[in-house]
């Protein structure tokens, strides 16, 4: 499985939250670095459908690549 390294505009718990909801849904591991901004996803799903996952939290999200 390859990890995936996101930039989300992360502000608060609140945000992180949200992060944590969306990609509950969709069965990845994932872990959350709040201070950084960043989301770091093990899955060998398709980055656009990660990418769209988050998007729903609102948030700027770009993909920062393979980690």
Do not use: Q, W
Not at 14 to 31: E, H, I, M
Request: aromatic share 8%; glycine share 6%.
């Amino acid at each position: 499985m390859t990890t995936h390294e996101f930039f989300v505009d992360m502000t608060c718990e609140g945000c992180s939250g949200a992060v944590t909801r969306v990609l509950k849904k969709l069965d990845v591991k994932f872990d959350i670095d709040l201070p950084n901004k960043k989301v770091f996803i093990e899955s060998d799903k398709d980055t656009d459908v990660l990418l769209e996952t988050l998007k729903k939290t609102g948030k700027a999200v770009t993909y920062i690549g393979p980690k």
